[in-house]
């Protein structure tokens, strides 16, 4: 699942071995719901839902709220919002007391805390953004990022070390979210104050910095976007990164800095260089393939650029199948061939046979 997975924010983990001897002891059938989400299989977790529903197999509160999120959940990787918001909308304020354990002691002795999976609270962020409702969405969101700071400073002061790590790590995800809907109007200032802040107190993220970087780029602040890509260059030298990246990403990601402001150049064959290196490095970086064909592509060379494309998804189609890089390969070949249609055609029924039910096969605009 996305980020994180419709587990519930109970004082205590509910998947400890010593509780349940397996996930379905914790709610009905939940490991091939699991399961189907991992091979996003999201039709069949529709169907699967409403079938728990209707044979009444859903007994125990938090079943029903489970089963509610992986629904949802399903119903918005399928770009069906107005059906996930319905979900929703059937329940009641989410932090009321009948989505709480403690309401039912005689079920959950000795249990306290909310069966809300953290998931479900961030769909319920998003869906007004994907139906149009940006500001609605927006409040949803920083309402979300408190939520997710009270918990972190509750944990601190119980001194739940666990707790606190995945706590933050859901903050830095709700953080990001915003970024990315301020990033897509424009609200740049925003965007640098987030980033700042979480710099503060995680300097040596290179990622971060590099995210720093991109924002400067496209506010036209190049010589401050090659100060933070620099910093990052600094970091792996020095070894002073914060081991979130393994050597090879962070290498890749030093490459794809560097070409990044050589495509705010226009030196696309400099930029190809250091792409090649990423995929010398590791064939899987599509963030590399992808920008590596657009450079060859800008230096006319339709017929290489097609050719990175299509090894990418042959190779390694679980990585490449995705929805920016199909899009572009489509453009190429619409360039490339008169006789385009047919080719499109032939890749949306490859498509159709490998991808998983959330890729948006309109993307090959056949």
């Known amino acids: 699942m996305d980020s994180e997975s419709p587990r519930s924010e109970s004082q205590t983990d509910p998947l400890s071995t010593n509780q349940f001897a397996s996930l379905n002891d914790l709610c009905h059938d939940l490991s091939s719901l699991q399961d189907l ?62 989505y709480r354990y403690e309401t039912y002691p005689k079920i959950y002795p000795n249990r306290e805390g909310s069966m809300v999976p953290f998931c479900l609270r961030w769909i319920h962020a998003l869906i007004p953004i994907k139906l149009g409702h940006r500001q609605q969405g927006l409040d949803r969101l920083y309402k979300l990022l408190d939520f997710t700071r009270v918990k972190i400073h509750s944990k601190e002061a119980g001194n ?92 890749n990601l030093v490459n794809r800095n560097k070409a990044l402001v050589y495509l705010v150049g226009k030196d696309y064959v400099s930029a190809v260089r250091e792409y090649e290196e990423c995929i010398e490095r590791d064939d899987s970086d599509i963030v590399a393939i992808n920008n590596k064909a657009l450079c060859l592509m800008y230096l006319r060379d339709l017929s290489d650029s097609i050719k990175v494309l299509e090894n990418a998804l ?29 080719i499109k055609r032939t890749l949306s029924n490859w498509i159709a046979r490998v991808a998983p039910d959330d890729f948006d096969a309109s993307c090959t605009r056949t």
């Not at 029903?64 to 990787?77: D, E, G, W």
């Not at 290179?206 to 602040?221: C, F």
């Open 37 to 98: 989400a991992t091979r996003g299989a999201w039709r069949s977790i529709i169907d699967k839902v409403a079938r728990a529903r209707a044979l009444s197999l859903l007994h125990k509160p938090h079943d029903h709220i489970t089963y509610l999120a992986f629904n949802a959940l399903a119903f918005t990787k399928l770009r069906r919002f107005n059906e996930a918001s319905a979900e929703l909308d059937s329940m009641e304020d989410l932090d009321s007391s009948h």
């Open 160 to 251: 739940l070390t666990a707790s606190v790590s995945a706590w933050r790590k859901r903050e830095v995800f709700v953080i990001n979210c915003i970024i990315g809907d301020h990033l897509s109007h424009k609200e740049f200032g925003v965007c640098l104050s987030f980033i700042n802040d979480l710099l503060s107190r995680d300097s040596n993220n290179p990622v971060l910095v590099s995210q720093l970087g991109y924002v400067q780029l496209q506010i036209g602040d190049l010589e401050g976007a090659k100060a933070s890509f620099s910093s990052v260059e600094k970091l792996m030298e020095q070894g002073k990164s914060d081991g979130s990246l393994s050597e090879v990403e962070l290498r």
């Open 314 to 342: 042959e190779r390694v189609p679980t990585i490449a199948l995705n929805e920016t890089l199909v899009v572009n390969l489509c453009s190429m070949y619409e360039l490339a061939y008169v006789n385009h249609s047919d």
